[in-house]
């Protein structure tokens, strides 16, 4: 996949930067693997506002993709690459042998008509599913369980991957695009190849209304806004909030670590890189 730039015509076309999605199907989905999308826009199962900015959006549906790559020892074809709404890297329809389908995530450079498995006898490929005790260091990988049999959470975003540093008797060492070092059970599954569309990052949507096609609506900063609505609303004129960064609760917004999971602690060998402000 590469980028499409427009002919200057008007102020949007001129800065405007997206996916070229050349070679991908233009059907619809397949209907026995998609359900009707129901956004909760934001609010908790009360009504309430628990996530700001969002709303509106384009109907779709949703795709059910099959995180965890359990049908083992046969042959699936891979039927067609398509674009999914619901997440920034393209997925795939495989058929096995015995006609049953599903949507995985499609690595980059497969092709229509490639033949993937999944199982600890499967061949170093891309689009193949094995075990992290099966798969060579320093091969890239995606689609990561954390624990045996919970299906994929880790490295699942377009372009991303994270690879096999070494072995730790039953874990594997795995090295995260973060920075972070951390073992995991090594009779966890991974998918070999890196995840397809890395130029998802490089797109320029151009105009306000892509954002609300996209379900974002408009975002307002904290320090126009009144002070019963803001922590960092009010004073005379233009003013800079008079405090640390917080969120409209008063939770601090920059640098504020969240992370309470002390029981998985242990796992982690070194912690992610800083970020430079």
């Not at 997440?87 to 690595?107: N, Q, T, W």
């Not at 499967?122 to 995606?142: F, R, T, W």
């Not at 408009?218 to 004129?237: I, L, S, W």
């Amino acid at each position: 996949m590469s980028l499409k730039t427009f002919k200057p015509y008007t102020k949007t076309t001129r800065g405007t930067v997206l996916i070229n999605r050349t070679g991908l199907w233009k059907g619809k989905p397949d209907k026995t693997l998609t359900s009707t999308n129901y956004s909760s826009k934001g609010r908790n199962n009360y009504g309430r506002i628990t996530s700001r900015n969002h709303g509106g959006g384009h109907k779709h549906k949703y795709r059910h993709v099959d995180f965890y790559r359990k049908k083992f020892n046969l042959n699936a074809n891979v039927v067609r690459i398509e674009y999914d709404p619901n997440r920034s890297c393209h997925i795939m329809l495989v058929k096995f042998e015995d006609g049953e389908k599903f949507y995985y995530l499609a690595p980059k450079n497969i092709n229509v008509g490639d033949i993937i498995q999944n199982g600890p006898n499967s061949e170093i490929k891309n689009g193949n599913c094995l075990p992290l005790k099966d798969i060579p260091v320093g091969i890239d990988i995606h689609n990561v369980e954390i624990q045996p049999g919970a299906g994929g959470k880790i490295a699942r975003a377009a372009g991303s991957s994270v690879s096999i540093s070494g072995i730790d008797g039953n874990y594997s060492i795995i090295k995260m695009s973060s920075g972070e070092v951390r073992k995991i059970d090594s009779r966890s599954l991974a998918t070999i190849g890196v995840l397809s569309n890395p130029d998802q990052k490089n797109i320029k949507i151009g105009k306000a209304g892509r954002s609300r096609w996209l379900g974002r609506r408009p975002h307002t900063r904290g320090v126009v806004k009144n002070p019963v609505d803001h922590p960092h609303g009010g004073g005379e004129g233009k003013s800079a909030g008079g405090r640390h960064p917080v969120s409209p609760t008063g939770q601090s917004a920059k640098g504020l670590k969240t992370r309470d999971n002390k029981r998985t602690d242990k796992y982690i060998i070194r912690r992610r890189k800083k970020k430079r402000a």
